[in-house]
């Protein structure tokens, strides 16, 4: 594969010993755009458990500060994988994390769930919508990944191997998915700040149904969403079909395209670490982001 040379270093890498880089190569070289669709549908599936989604209507945040709220989530993740867990910058925005999370009395298994949904959504994704499917050994340097990202959140009970972790995070959704007016609440505003990103304000209605065919069966049911026609999801499967196939013939990115680096509304003149997931923004004097 000449024109997928980060495909090709992964195959030399160790998953035990070389997690974090196979995880930053395949989110920032081999699947930039198709990794942050599949968090954003991490998020989403969280929404549909109303204990979370009632937590986080409870903040005020989605409803005051929605693309804050995104904002802020996207790039505390991104800091924490393009720097490493261990580095200066991932320790503080792993430490905001759990001050965020600890101002609330939220169940370990609440904790494990959102953890397995960036296990397995970007699995799930890729097999569906990648240029390729992941390989078992990089699937496995995810799964350790976040199992050690969970140690440092203090999350606990996370299952042995990836078989177990999935049987875990299927078990839970027939447990907990059902529909709540939160969940929807939240859902809507979410799904109006990803699709500012592509389309105006007039135009969200149009773009909102092939937002809603992504989701599966009962996702669309815990939120209340109507199952899209079927020229919808024709739409869609093609469109997401003749992506991939652009994307496998296209080079990877020979720089990495990453997450901190994009513009973003709530941040025009770059960020500081300490205004993540802070309950209000007020910028900088300099607006700038600063150095490790």
Known sequence: MKNKPFTEEIKGLDPEKDWHRIA???TFHCFPWDMEKSLEFALFRTFAVPRISK???GTGEFIK?????YDDTELILYEILENGMDSERGKAAISLMN???GRFSIPNEDYLYVLSTFVFEPIRWMEKYGWRPFTEKEKHAIFINYKELAKRMKITHVPEDLGQFEEWNREYEKKYFRYDPANRLI????IAVVLGNYLPKWLFWLGKPFVVSLMDAPLCSSMGYKKPSWIIYKITATGMMAKSRIQGLLP?????KL?????????PKGYDLAELGTLSHHSRKDGTKPLP
């Open 24 to 26: 930053f190569l395949l």
């Open 55 to 57: 937590l986080l209507l």
């Open 65 to 69: 500060r929605p693309r804050k709220r």
């Open 99 to 101: 001050t965020m999370h």
């Open 187 to 190: 859902a809507e505003k979410t």
């Open 252 to 256: 990877e990115p020979k720089f990495p």
């Open 259 to 267: 997450g901190t680096s994009r513009k973003r509304p709530t941040y």
